[in-house]
C-alpha cells in the first residue's frame, strides 16, 4: 500500500522513477544499477569525507582541543584540502616493488569494501541488491580484503611491511571467526539471510513501545557486543588498530605507500567501518525499523542513517578512550574469549528458539535461564582471562 | 552461447594458465585466487548463490591466506619465492599429459548425446538448502564436520609439531 | 566485576567531551596567529641592533662598527664594515659607524655570544619568530636597515634588561660629562693663568674627548616606554 | 553445441591445466593448488549439471558442491601442513629433494 507510506518515505524512489521516465525503457536496468552504484558511491564517499572530520573534531573535544577549524566555516572543508593534499604528493612506487600487486591492493581493497554496500537495506524500499543470501556475500566481500592486506605487505619488498602484514592477517583470521559465529544466532531465529528478511522479522513492538530488536534479547545484546568487538578488529580500529599503529610501527603493512593509494587504504578503512556499523544495525539494531510506533512519520532511511551514526560516533569515542592491546593479547583475546562466547551464544539462542512456544507465564524463567546462559560464561572465561592480573597500581597518577 | 559464459570462461582459463606458467609462486597463488574468484562467478551465473559466497568465503578468504602463510614461511635464501624450473622433459610431458586428457574429455562432451533442460536458471533458496543439509543429508553434514575438524586438528599438530631440536636439522 | 574499567574510562572521555562544550576554560589551545601568548621577558631570538632615535636610525646606532661581536660569532653569521668618516651618535659624541652590518639569520644559532661580547650594549636579542620567507637567500640575510630597532622596542620586549642598561648608560655619560666639565674648567683655570701670565696667540681648540656639557646632558633619551617594574616576577 | 556441453568443456580444461600445474611444477604448495584446481573443476561439473539437469529441486548438484568445498577447505589446510613440515625436516619443498621417507 504504497499510498498509505508518507511522501518523504517514498521521495527516492518517485526520484528514479523521474530519471527513469526520461529515459526509453530497455535502458531501465542500466540506469537502475548506475543510479544505485552513485548514489551508494556518493552517499558513502561524502559520509566518509566528513567522518574523518567527525571523528578529528570528537577526538580533539575529547581530548579538550578545538580540532580542525581552518578550512571553511568551522572546519568544514577540512576533509576537501586533505583529498587535494593526498591528490598532489608524490606517489612513490619502491624500486624493487612488485608494481602490478602494489598498483592493486589498494584497488581491491576499496573494490572489496565497496561491495559490501550493496546488500545493506538502507530503507524500507532502499536496498540495491536483494540477494537471498545477503549476508554470506557481505562476509564473503568482507573476507575477501584480506588477500589486499597481503599484496600490500608482499609487494613493497620490504621485510618489515611483510611481517607487519601477516600480524594483520593473523588479526583478521582471528576476529573473522567471532564475527561470523556473532551473526549466526540472528540467522537462526528470523531463518534467512537475507538482510531485508531478518530486518523485517525485527518489526514490531512488545507492548506497543519495546522494539523487537534482536538487541534487546539475551542473545542478541551478547551477539552484539561481540559482533561491535569483531568489527572493531576487522576495520582496523583502535584499540586494536595494530596492522597501522601509527606510533609504534611504521603504518604496518602500509609502509610502502605513499600519497593517494595510501589514502585508499584510509578510505578502505572507513568503507569498511560504515559497512560494518550498517551490517550491525541491520542484523541487531532493527536496520531501519523505527523504536517506536508514533514515530513512524520519520522515514526508515532517516532512522538507519540514526542508527549509523550513533555506531560510527561509539566507534570514534573507544578510539579515544582505549589504549591499543599487544599482538598476544589481541589474538588470546579473540581465541580464548570472544570465539568460546560466541559458541556459547548459539546454545543460548537455541534455548530461546526452542521456548518460544512456552506459556507466557514462563517469561521470567526463560529470561532468566538466556540471561544465565550468557553472563555466567562471560564472568568464568573473564575470569580466566585476567587471572594473575592484579588490580592495577597507579604510582604516579593523582589519587 | 552464452556472452557473460564466455567472459567467466576467458577469466578463469586465463587466469589458470597464467599461474601455471609464472615462476614467481606468490604471483601464482594470486592468480589461482582469481581463479577461484572466477569459478565463483560461474557457480553465480548457474544460480548457485550460496555456493558461489560459500566459494569466495572458503577459498579467498580461507584457504588464499592459508597458502600465502606457507609460502612465506617455506621460503629460503637467496631465490625467495621464485621457484627453480623443473627439466623440460617434465613440462613437456606435463603439458602432453593436460593436453591429452583435456582431449579426451572434450571429445567424449562433444560426443555425448546430452539432453539439457531448456529454461531459466533453478533457484535454489538458502531455506531450501538448509532443510535438505538437516534432514536427507544430516549424515554427510556431520562427516564433513568431523572431516573439517580432524583435519584441522592434523594440520595445527603438523605444523607446529617437532619442536625447536629439529629446526636445524639436514 | 568484569568490564567496569572500560566503562570508566568511556564515561572519563565522555566527561571530557561534554565539558569542552560548556567549560571554555577546558580548551587550552591558543588559536594562534588571532591570539597570542604573551611570550616571557627571557625569551630570545635572533639580534637586532639598538638605536636611540627611532625617526632617525641610522644616525643613532649606538654601534661602533668594533667588530668583536664579528669575530666572536661561532657560527660567524656576521658581516661589518666600518665607515670611512665618523658621524656623531646619539651623545653628540663623533664616532665611528658601521658601513655595512650584517646578519645572516640562516646561520645564526641565537647564541646571545655577540650581546654578551658587545662593550656598547649596542647588539640585543629580539623575540621575533615569524621569520619564514619565500626568498632563503636574501631574504634572511638581514641589513643595517632591517636589523635596527628603537631604544623603546628593546624596553618593550625585555623591560628589565633595558631599564639597567638605560641607567648604566645614563651614569656612564653623566661620568663623562663630569670629567669633560672638570676638564674643561681645570683647561679654563689653566688658560686663564696662563693668560695672565702670558696670552697665546691661538685659542686652543675644544678637546674631541670632552663635548661641551650643554649637548651632553640632554642626550640620554627619556624612555618611551613605561619605567621597568621594580621586581619584575620570576619566569616560568 | 549446448550452453551445458560449453560449461563441460570449460571445466574439462581447468580440469587438465590443474593436471598440467600437478606435474609440471616442483614446489609442493604449486602441486597442491593444481590438485584445488582439480577439484574445483569437478564442481563446476556438478554446479552444471544441476543448472541443466532435469530435477533441480532436489539440489543434489548444490549440496555436492558444498561438501566438495568443505573437504578442499580440509584438504589445503593438511597438504599445507604436511609441506610446512616437510620444510621444516629437509629444507626444501622441492619434490624432486624431498626422497627420503625418514626425517
Not at chain 1, 571523528?55 to 568551522?74: D, M
Not at chain 1, 600490500?152 to 611481517?163: E, I, P
Not at chain 3, 627619556?222 to 620570576?234: A, E, H, I, K
Amino acid at each position: 500500500m504504497p499510498h498509505a507510506e508518507p511522501w518523504l518515505e517514498r521521495a527516492p524512489l518517485l526520484l528514479r522513477d523521474a530519471v527513469n521516465a526520461l529515459l526509453p525503457a530497455p535502458a531501465r536496468w542500466w540506469v537502475d544499477s548506475f543510479l544505485d552504484i552513485a548514489v551508494l558511491l556518493g552517499v558513502f564517499g561524502l559520509l566518509f569525507a566528513f567522518l574523518t572530520l567527525a571523528e578529528r573534531k570528537v577526538l580533539g573535544r575529547i581530548q579538550n582541543r578545538p580540532g580542525p577549524n581552518r578550512a571553511g566555516w568551522g572546519g568544514v572543508l577540512q576533509p576537501f584540502a586533505d583529498g587535494i593534499k593526498m591528490l598532489t604528493k608524490e606517489d612513490i612506487v619502491p624500486r624493487l616493488a612488485d608494481p602490478i600487486l602494489h598498483f592493486a591492493a589498494p584497488v581491491a581493497l576499496v573494490a572489496f569494501s565497496l561491495m559490501s554496500f550493496a546488500v545493506i537495506p538502507y530503507g524500507r524500499h532502499l536496498l540495491a541488491l536483494d540477494m537471498d543470501s545477503g549476508v554470506l556475500y557481505f562476509f564473503a566481500a568482507g573476507a575477501s580484503s584480506e588477500l589486499a592486506v597481503f599484496m600490500a605487505g608482499w609487494s613493497g619488498r620490504n621485510k618489515y611491511s611483510l611481517l607487519a602484514a601477516m600480524r594483520a592477517l593473523a588479526q583478521l583470521i582471528s576476529y573473522e571467526l567471532p564475527l561470523l559465529l556473532s551473526f549466526v544466532p540472528v540467522v537462526m531465529i528470523s531463518g534467512s539471510l537475507s538482510p531485508s528478511a531478518i530486518v523485517t522479522a525485527q518489526g514490531g513492538w512488545h507492548l506497543g513501545f519495546i522494539p523487537r530488536w534482536n538487541v534487546l534479547t539475551p542473545w542478541g545484546f551478547a551477539g552484539f557486543a561481540i559482533f561491535m568487538v569483531a568489527s572493531l578488529a576487522e576495520s582496523n580500529r583502535s584499540p586494536f588498530d595494530l596492522p597501522e599503529a601509527e606510533s609504534e610501527l611504521i603504518a604496518g603493512h602500509l609502509t610502502e605507500y605513499s600519497g593517494f593509494k595510501y589514502a585508499l587504504f584510509f578510505m578502505a578503512e572507513y568503507f569498511g567501518m560504515c559497512a560494518l556499523g550498517g551490517m550491525a544495525v541491520t542484523l541487531f539494531l532493527g536496520g531501519w525499523q523505527a523504536p517506536c510506533a508514533f514515530l513512524g512519520f520519520i522515514p526508515s532511511y532517516a532512522w538507519f542513517g540514526a542508527k549509523l551514526l550513533a555506531l560510527l560516533l561509539g566507534f570514534i569515542w573507544i578510539r579515544a578512550t582505549l589504549p591499543r592491546l599487544r599482538i598476544d593479547q589481541l589474538t588470546r583475546f579473540a581465541w580464548k574469549f570472544l570465539v568460546p562466547l560466541a559458541l556459547v551464544n548459539l546454545v543460548t539462542v537455541g534455548f530461546w528458539h526452542l521456548s518460544a512456544s512456552w506459556s507466557r507465564g514462563f517469561d521470567p524463567l526463560r529470561w532468566a535461564i538466556a540471561i544465565a546462559l550468557v553472563v555466567i560464561p562471560f564472568v568464568a572465561m573473564g575470569r580466566r582471562l585476567s587471572a594473575g592480573l592484579g588490580p592495577r597500581t597507579y604510582r604516579f597518577a593523582a589519587q | 552461447m552464452n556472452a557473460v559464459l564466455a567472459a567467466i570462461a576467458l577469466l578463469i582459463l586465463a587466469s589458470a594458465g597464467i599461474a601455471l606458467t609464472l615462476r614467481n609462486i606468490v604471483r601464482s597463488v594470486i592468480l589461482l585466487v582469481v581463479t577461484w574468484f572466477g569459478i565463483a562467478a560461474f557457480y553465480l551465473w548457474a544460480g548457485a548463490e550460496f555456493v558461489a559466497f560459500a566459494q569466495v568465503l572458503v577459498y579467498g578468504g580461507a584457504v588464499s591466506m592459508v597458502v600465502l602463510f606457507a609460502v612465506l614461511l617455506v621460503r629460503h635464501g637467496k631465490a625467495g619465492v621464485a621457484e627453480t624450473p623443473a627439466p623440460s622433459g617434465r613440462i613437456v610431458s606435463a603439458l602432453l599429459a593436460g593436453g591429452a586428457i583435456a582431449g579426451a574429455l572434450a571429445g567424449a562432451v562433444a560426443l555425448t548425446p546430452l539432453a539439457p533442460a531448456a529454461g531459466p536458471a533453478p533457484f535454489a533458496p538458502v531455506r531450501h538448502i538448509g532443510v535438505l543439509l538437516l534432514n536427507t543429508h544430516a549424515a554427510s553434514l556431520l562427516a564433513a564436520g568431523a572431516i573439517l575438524t580432524v583435519a584441522l586438528l592434523g594440520g595445527v599438530v603438523l605444523a607446529a609439531g617437532g619442536g625447536p631440536e629439529k629446526e636445524d636439522g639436514p | 566485576m568484569l568490564g567496569t574499567g572500560l566503562i570508566k574510562g568511556l564515561m572519563v572521555t565522555a566527561k571530557n567531551l561534554a565539558g569542552s562544550f560548556h567549560d571554555p576554560e577546558r580548551l587550552v589551545t591558543t588559536e594562534y596567529p588571532e591570539q597570542r601568548t604573551v611570550l616571557p621577558q627571557n625569551y630570545r631570538n635572533f639580534p637586532f641592533l639598538v638605536t636611540e632615535n627611532a625617526e632617525d636610525p641610522m644616525g643613532t646606532l649606538r654601534c661602533v662598527a668594533c667588530q668583536i661581536c664579528e669575530k666572536e660569532c661561532p657560527p660567524q653569521c656576521i658581516y661589518i664594515e666600518k665607515s670611512k668618516d665618523k658621524k656623531a651618535d646619539a651623545a653628540g659624541k663623533m664616532q665611528i659607524y658601521p658601513a655595512v652590518f650584517d646578519i645572516d639569520i640562516s646561520v645564526c644559532m641565537s647564541c646571545q655570544i655577540c650581546v654578551e661580547v658587545c662593550p656598547f650594549d649596542a647588539i640585543k636579542m629580539d623575540q621575533v619568530f615569524e621569520i619564514a620567507t619565500a626568498d632563503r637567500f636574501t631574504g634572511l640575510l638581514l641589513d643595517r636597515g632591517q636589523l635596527s630597532k628603537p631604544n623603546s622596542y628593546f624596553h618593550q620586549i625585555h623591560p628589565t634588561d633595558a631599564a639597567e642598561v638605560d641607567g648604566r648608560l645614563a651614569a656612564e655619560r653623566k661620568a663623562a660629562a663630569e670629567k669633560a666639565k672638570a676638564a674643561a674648567a681645570a683647561a679654563a683655570a689653566k688658560a686663564a693663568a696662563s693668560t695672565a701670565s702670558a696670552p697665546s696667540p691661538v685659542k686652543a681648540p675644544p678637546p674631541v674627548s670632552a663635548p661641551p656639557p650643554a649637548t651632553a646632558v640632554p642626550a640620554i633619551p627619556p624612555p618611551v616606554s613605561p619605567p621597568p617594574p621594580p621586581s619584575p616576577p620570576p619566569q616560568p | 553445441m549446448s550452453t551445458l556441453q560449453a560449461c563441460l568443456l570449460l571445466s574439462s580444461l581447468l580440469f587438465s591445466i590443474g593436471l598440467a600445474v600437478a606435474i609440471a611444477r616442483s614446489s609442493a604448495i604449486l602441486v597442491l593448488m593444481g590438485i584445488e584446481l582439480m577439484l574445483n573443476a569437478a564442481s563446476m561439473n556438478f554446479i552444471a549439471f544441476w543448472r541443466f539437469g532435469p530435477n533441480p529441486e532436489a539440489a543434489t548438484g548444490v549440496l555436492f558442491a558444498l561438501f566438495a568445498i568443505a573437504v578442499a577447505a580440509a584438504e589445503a589446510a593438511v597438504g599445507l601442513a604436511l609441506v610446512i613440515a616437510l620444510y621444516r625436516h629437509q629444507r626444501t619443498i622441492r619434490l624432486q629433494e624431498a626422497t627420503r621417507l625418514k626425517g
